[in-house]
């Protein structure tokens, strides 16, 4: 079956890195995704990593994908104030995606 | 760059009601999808679609709902007779399965559905 779990909520300083970390349970998916919610916005896809990576690096994300564990964790570098949204880990199950809860980061300055 | 579409953004509508929300996938997408996020919680999947009929759907998408592509660009939700807890926001997303090899699903900005 399919579940995604994450934390819920994350504050960090302006300038600081965020590290947002997610667990899925579906050994057989094949990529995991990272999408971005503004409030009062849609889902924008921020990254994503096929299963036979372990780290894929895209400007000042990072992202680390730990198969034995099932964990994945994406990283923003020097995080600014626009970097403030919910962030939701994502599976592929066949041609459907499987999302965790969101995890709300705050920035403060 | 594409997007996908979605009216309206926001209904207000009273329980026992139709509702329709409306999706114009991106044009050369062959998947088709809608979510709900509850307030405060998960995006869950409803169903999706393919080559003219649903493909998958969840436990959620009970006889109260159904979807439809009357056209060559509309995707549509109906809820037939909208309860309270029906109250979300309502996603559509489309993707190109294969070839992107990614497939990643791109989302448009959300229907907002409040049930009196």
């Known amino acids: ?16 890195s965020s590290v947002i970390n997610c667990t899925y349970t ?25 299963s036979n990576m372990d780290m894929k690096q895209d400007q000042r994300l990072t992202v680390l994908l730990n198969k034995k ?33 969101g995890t709300t980061v705050t920035v403060r300055a | 760059e594409p997007e996908v579409t979605q009216t309206p953004s926001h209904q207000v509508t009273q329980m026992g009601q139709e509702v329709i929300l409306r999706c114009v996938p ?36 009970d006889d109260q709902f159904s979807v439809e592509r009357p056209d060559g660009s509309n995707f549509t939700l109906k809820i037939r007779s909208t309860k309270l807890e029906d109250s979300a926001m309502y996603f559509c997303a489309s993707s190109v399965p ?3 090899r990614t497939g990643e699903l791109f989302f448009g900005e959300g229907s907002r559905l409040t049930v009196l």
């Open chain 1, 1 to 16: 079956g399919e579940d995604v779990e994450q934390s819920l909520f994350l504050s960090v300083r302006e300038g600081d």
């Open chain 1, 26 to 50: 579906d050994s057989s998916s094949t990529y995991l995704y990272w999408y971005k919610q503004e409030p009062g916005a849609g889902l924008q896809l921020l990254t994503y990593i096929f």
């Open chain 1, 69 to 101: 564990d099932k964990h994945l964790s994406l990283r923003i570098a020097d995080t600014q104030t626009g970097d403030s949204a919910i962030y939701f880990c994502a599976e592929r199950n066949d041609y459907k995606l499987s999302f965790g809860a």
């Open chain 2, 26 to 61: 991106i044009s050369n997408h062959l998947y088709f999808y809608w979510y709900r996020q509850i307030l405060g919680q998960k995006v869950e999947f409803l169903v999706s679609f393919y080559n003219n009929e649903i493909s998958e759907k969840s436990e959620i998408f």
């Open chain 2, 98 to 100: 294969g070839q992107t």
